[in-house]
């Protein structure tokens, strides 16, 4: 495509992901113009001295006129903002997201969608434990998923601004893909709420345990420790709003993971190497098939050799 996809888009909320597509939308001349609004007013200081677009005083001034209006705050707060901005929003507009819980947060912004107005909610399997604006760079998106989940049987005005939509994310360097909202949800509970919720666990657990000193705990940490004590660094007001709107699938994951964590666990208590080795031996297929998708690499110790980092 041939210049900017939106002449002018609308970030509400300028954290990692809000800065992210900032930043990559200017570098890929995807939007021609950018507004940015967060509800902090210590945030908007912080953007407006990173440059990262025209930083307004109000979610109103930021919404008007733009093309494509992206909420980018936790999924507990859609609604309230949605509130706040939709008055602002002319016909013809784009209303999205990037939470990574879909149904609620389709709920919440039908809720005070303006009439006219194409709610396409989305979410980019992006991101880093870091937060604020900051945080953000330009390649965060590329090769990345970036969902879909718009509303089923859409008239042709609807369909238009669901393809500029997705090229626009497609400019800054996902992949796009669409999925039903419910699907969507079922989904990230297994390949990301899940894993959060035991990387919170085990840390606390790991802290708790009364045999085992705070001090050792950070002395010894194995490699695997450390990548769990990376994603228990996210944002706890984010993944607080994830698990409460995400709930019954999160639930019913979990319930399966506890069943299979028991399985597990009997297998060791009876010497049962056989189960053990079925069980890791598919695990390691499977880590082989997210190598072979393109969806991490196979360096060894992927980055974690300290040795070869600069000394400060």
């Not at 607080?240 to 709107?245: H, K």
């Not at 049962?272 to 991490?296: N, S, V």
Request: hydrophobic share 45%.
């Amino acid at each position: 495509m041939i210049g900017p996809v939106f002449d002018r888009i609308a970030i509400i909320g300028a954290g990692l992901i809000g800065s992210s597509i900032a930043l990559a939308a200017r570098e890929n001349g995807a939007a021609g113009k950018i507004a940015i609004y967060d509800a902090d007013e210590e945030v908007r200081r912080r953007a407006r001295q990173l440059g990262l677009g025209e930083v307004c005083e109000t979610a109103a001034n930021a919404c008007a006129d733009a093309d494509c209006v992206i909420l980018c705050v936790p999924v507990g707060a859609i609604e309230a903002a949605c509130e706040a901005l939709a008055p602002s929003m002319k016909p013809g507009a784009i209303l999205s997201d990037v939470g990574s819980v879909k149904e609620k947060a389709l709920a919440a912004m039908q809720t005070h969608c303006s009439e006219g107005v194409h709610l396409i909610p989305g979410h980019p399997i992006a991101g880093t434990e870091k937060s604020g604006p900051e945080a953000g760079f330009s390649t965060l998106f590329r090769d990345a998923w970036y969902i879909l989940t718009p509303l089923p049987q859409q008239e042709e005005a609807y369909n238009s601004a669901l393809d500029r939509l997705a090229a626009f994310w497609e400019m800054l360097g996902s992949k796009v893909e669409i999925m039903e909202a419910g699907r969507h949800d079922r989904v990230l509970a297994i390949t990301s709420h899940l894993p959060h919720l035991i990387a919170y666990n085990i840390v606390s657990t790991a802290y708790d345990m009364e045999s085992v000193g705070e001090g050792e705990v950070v002395k010894y940490s194995a490699g695997g420790f450390r990548d769990f004590t990376r994603i228990a660094a996210s944002d706890p007001t984010m993944w607080r709003d994830v698990f409460l709107n995400n709930r019954e699938a999160v639930l019913e994951t979990l319930g399966r993971f506890s069943e299979d964590l028991a399985a597990l666990q009997r297998a060791i208590r009876w010497g049962d190497g056989d189960t053990l080795m079925k069980e890791f031996e598919r695990a390691r297929g499977i880590r082989k098939a997210i190598i072979d998708a393109g969806q991490d690499t196979s360096d060894v110790n992927f980055g974690r050799n300290m040795s070869d980092k600069p000394k400060h």
